[in-house]
């Protein structure tokens, strides 16, 4: 919810999921950029996402094949592959098809802050449905939060510190 307070209380301020985490949790680290950290690189190697995609074209193939033979089995279980290995490429990259990197503090924190903001839209939601709709339409995550209402939303907050 302190995550959600930061940002409805600064309507339309962009925070980096790092600079949330840290004006959140009072981390301070003095004169060190954390978002400048190094990483692990990228989750997938340009090998391992070709081979992912050969193994999937092969896996769309297979399933058309066993679905003409009728062994219907078969195919639910080439299918769950398939819809796994989709899972584990797209987790590897962001939006734009950008590659994530491993073992980034800023990956782990838009990871934790988005759901941690998320958790919080729901339980709103659930106390209060119409504000929770409002939340859920003006909130922005990723490694860049906000909160941008509409001003014609019919909710307005205030935020007490």
């Not at 925070?15 to 004006?23: E, G, I, Q, T």
């Not at 290995?85 to 990259?93: D, H, I, K, S």
């Not at 209402?149 to 935020?159: C, L, N, T």
């Amino acid at each position: 919810m302190s995550y959600l307070a930061e940002l409805v209380g600064n309507p339309g301020a962009e925070r980096h999921a790092l600079d949330l985490v840290d004006r959140v949790e009072g981390v301070s680290v003095e004169g060190i950029d954390r978002r400048r950290l190094g990483d692990a690189g990228p989750m997938l190697d340009g090998r391992a996402r070709t081979a992912y995609r050969r193994r999937i074209e092969d896996l769309r193939t297979e399933v058309d094949e066993v679905l003409e033979a009728g062994a219907v089995e078969r195919a639910e279980a080439l299918q769950e592959e398939l819809d796994e290995l989709v899972a584990e490429l797209a987790r590897a990259f962001g939006l734009g098809g950008r590659e994530r990197a491993a073992s980034s503090a800023a990956e782990r924190a838009r990871l934790n802050v988005t759901r941690a903001l998320r958790t919080a839209v729901a339980r709103v939601q659930a106390l209060a449905p119409e504000a929770g709709d409002v939340l859920d339409r003006g909130l922005r995550t990723g490694a860049y939060c906000a909160f941008d209402p509409k001003p014609d939303e019919p909710v307005h907050w205030i935020v007490h510190p």
